[in-house]
């Protein structure tokens, strides 16, 4: 047995007050990020981490990078036939945590996600780089394939074939809208005091409550 009891840190970076909270959680959450891509030890500050359900309750968890962000949800893109993608569909209750160490912050989303329209895809699809579309076309992502050299050889052939060309996107791939009802920040305070505060929505308002850390 390893033991980490030792491994803790203070953080005194800085606070968060009442006096810094909006009134949408979503512009304080956007003035966050845009401090978070500004800071270089923070090395993918739109990687999110998203949780799901199975049908059975177990919960699973990946990173994602969010693509855009409105006034009321956070959209990403992935393969909607995937492990994920199975998830959403049974229960599209999700919850999605930025963790930027770097800052002593995470931001914690609750809500549930809604698929984007075809024409969105497309227009999302046809935004990204030719290798990367060729990617998204070449696998099958969550299932099990044979090896590496199985897949190479198929990434191959579609560069190949559309050499050129458009790439046409896959009709299972695109993008979910993680529509939030509720937004939890967190900033490391001194003393292990840390601020929190919770966002809900109450009768399509947000309200704002402090939480104990
Ligand atoms: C930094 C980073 C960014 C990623 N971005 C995406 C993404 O935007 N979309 C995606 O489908 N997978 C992305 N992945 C891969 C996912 O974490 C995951 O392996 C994949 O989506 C399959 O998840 P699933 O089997 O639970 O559906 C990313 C992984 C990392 C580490």
């Known amino acids: ?5 030792e491994v803790r840190r203070e953080y ?17 959450f956007e003035s966050w990020l845009k401090q978070a891509m500004e800071i270089k030890q923070i090395s993918d500050p739109t990687a999110m981490i998203v949780a799901t359900v199975d049908e059975e309750g177990q919960a699973f968890q990946r990173t994602v990078l ?3 962000v409105d006034d009321e949800s956070l959209t990403f ?3 909607q036939n995937s492990r994920k993608g199975q998830h959403l569909q049974q229960n599209p209750k999700v919850s999605a945590i930025f963790p930027w160490l770097a800052a002593e912050r995470q931001v914690l989303f609750s809500g549930v996600v809604e698929k984007l329209s075809e024409h969105e895809n497309d227009a999302y699809f046809a935004s990204r780089p030719f290798t990367s579309q060729i990617a998204a076309l070449a696998s099958h992502q969550s299932e099990v394939i044979k090896d590496r050299q199985t897949l190479e050889k198929h990434y191959h052939k579609l560069l190949e074939k559309y ?3 458009d790439v046409p996107r896959p009709l299972n791939w695109g993008g979910y809208k993680i529509k939030a009802h509720e937004v939890e920040f967190w900033q490391g305070g001194e003393f292990r005091l840390h601020d ?6 109450k009768q399509n308002n947000w309200q704002v409550e402090r939480l104990q850390p």
């Open 163 to 165: 050499q050129g060309k």
């Open 12 to 28: 005194e970076l800085s606070d968060l007050t009442e006096a810094d909270l909006t009134q949408s959680p979503f512009e304080l």
């Open 196 to 201: 929190r505060f919770r966002y809900f929505k």
């Open 1 to 5: 047995m390893s033991i980490f009891y």
């Open 77 to 79: 893109y992935t393969n």
């Open 66 to 68: 969010m693509k855009a």
